[in-house]
């Protein structure tokens, strides 16, 4: 029997006809900590995923305070730090944010990591068919920044990766690839924003086949969404609303997730905030709506970081949501874990006393055992004790099953496509699922796992993958999928 079992209130859902959520009768869900004395290390500040040793299982990445780029390989669910041996750093500059992405296209996913203070360099490791880190130099490690979200995106939709680089003392960068490197793009094109950024989101807001871009600005500064017109970005957050004047300097945003929380196909943006946390609705016509207040979001508290996920496979995407209490150097944790009511609402079925709220800053929802299940990966960094935790998500086999996996690759194989979008329909060609290949989320993280479907059943569906490209938005289907033939693996969909 597992040791550390973690029950976590379950929610009922009334006779009221919502749909989803833990009905009268379900078992509590569960958790179970991970190797936790290995992983209790003070400073533990972004915590990112991926598969970069190619061996079919996600690998986790930490930034500490220290300097060190803490890795581990997963070796059939046991952690192995490895990370030293392979050429990352075991200390040095504090590095605020991971980044994975094969910017190269060799297959291999490489590792960017971002530096808090303005005065170090940021660093750029190319992965060397997964047995070392070789440190690059160029344009995107030069220093300047104060590092937030690093995220890499394909901005200009020209089938490479670029990288954005959020800055929270001065301006943000982004550098499109060439042949011959990265070139930052004008201050003029870019919409280089000066306001003091953390949180940063891509996505195809306006269905126009290119990602815009949301940022999520601290010390009372406005919010921005940035829209990308092609050879130019323009700031149209105060046209829809979603730039939250008049703050104090001691409010703010901080993260940003994207996710489709009503299953309506269109992709919704969470923002956490010092101050009062916002769910923008998006309804389908280029515009939004704050509908945190109706579905039980808008808490005023010191949220840092969020991600959704499906943790209970019933069809909606439930939030988890990292924040904090207390002055500097004794916070303490104050997370929500939201479960979601079939869109109708969310109702926190974390308890404070709960051994899952543990964290003060990273959140990321993984598969690390390929189980169907999601589990849960945290850190908390800003306290004398702290680490970056991992519970496994006893769902139970059979309903950990009713799930399933999606990896998009490009037409070389390879997974570049950040914000493409994937749909899940019916045998009645009604939407089940939307989701997006992470563009940056959590707290100053991105990582390359496949996106996760929790299924309300087995039945058939079809698949739709929407692709960004010069042309606009390119889709792909795929019908009569049956998930249960995919238990323990993960469907492949390469961009034709």
């Not at 597992?2 to 009268?24: E, F, M, P, Y």
């Not at 930034?63 to 780029?69: A, P, R």
């Not at 192995?80 to 040095?92: K, M, R």
């Not at 960017?112 to 068919?129: E, K, P, R, V």
Request: proline residues 3%.
């Amino acid at each position: 029997m597992r040791k550390n079992l973690i029950r976590i209130l379950s929610w009922t859902v009334l006779a009221t006809g919502i749909a989803g959520g833990g009905a009268a009768g379900t078992p509590d869900p569960a958790f179970t900590a991970v190797q936790t004395a290995a992983f209790s290390l003070p400073g533990s500040l972004s915590n990112s995923w991926a598969d970069f040793d190619r061996d079919g299982d996600l690998d986790l990445a930490v930034s500490l305070k220290s300097g060190e780029i803490r890795l581990y390989r997963n070796e059939r669910g046991r952690f192995t730090s490895i990370g030293a041996a392979l050429g990352l750093p075991v200390s040095g500059a504090e590095m605020r944010g991971l980044a994975w992405g094969d910017y190269d296209a060799d297959g291999w996913p490489d590792l960017y990591a971002g530096a808090t203070d303005a005065g170090a360099a940021n660093l750029l490791f190319h992965n060397a068919g997964g047995r070392r880190f070789v440190a690059q130099g160029g344009e995107p490690v030069a220093a300047g920044r104060s590092a937030r979200q690093s995220s890499w995106v394909d901005f200009d939709n020209d089938g490479d990766l670029d990288l954005f680089a959020a800055n929270r003392s001065g301006p943000n960068a982004l550098y499109r690839q060439q042949a011959d490197g990265f070139t930052r793009v004008a201050a003029d094109q870019a919409g280089d924003d000066a306001r003091p950024t953390v949180g940063a989101c891509w996505f195809d807001y306006d269905r126009d086949g290119d990602l815009d871009l949301f940022l999520a600005n601290q010390a009372g500064a406005t919010d921005a969404l940035w829209r990308n017109d092609g050879d130019h970005f323009a700031d149209v957050a105060a046209m829809l609303g979603m730039d939250r004047p008049g703050r104090s300097r001691t409010e703010g945003s901080v993260g940003c997730a994207i996710g489709d929380y009503d299953n309506d196909g269109e992709l919704d943006l969470f923002v956490a905030s010092y101050g009062v946390n916002i769910l923008y609705r998006n309804k389908g016509d280029g515009s939004f709506e704050n509908v945190a207040p109706q579905m039980g979001l808008a808490e005023d508290n010191h949220a840092v970081g969020a991600a959704w996920g499906d943790f209970d496979n019933d069809g909606w995407l439930d939030l988890f949501v990292t924040a904090y209490t207390g002055p500097s150097g004794a916070q303490r944790p104050a997370n929500r874990l939201y479960r979601n009511l079939g869109g109708k609402g969310f109702a926190n079925i974390l308890l404070a006393g709960s051994a899952l709220n543990v964290a003060d800053h990273g959140v990321q929802w993984i598969d690390y055992d390929a189980d169907g299940a999601l589990d849960l990966s945290v850190t908390r960094g800003y306290t004398a004790t702290g680490g970056h935790f991992l519970f496994h998500n006893d769902l139970g086999a059979a309903r950990a099953r009713r799930s399933l996996a999606v990896r998009v690759l490009d037409r070389t194989g390879h997974f570049t496509r950040m914000g493409a979008e994937v749909r899940l329909y019916d045998r009645s060609g009604q939407i089940l699922a939307t989701r997006q290949i992470s563009t940056g989320d959590g707290y100053n993280s991105q990582g390359t796992q496949p996106l996760h479907f929790g299924l309300a059943s087995l039945e058939p569906v079809t698949l739709e993958v929407s692709f960004m490209g010069k042309a606009g938005r390119k889709t792909q289907r795929l019908e009569g999928i049956r998930p249960a033939r995919f238990a323990g693996r993960e469907l492949v969909i390469k961009e034709r």
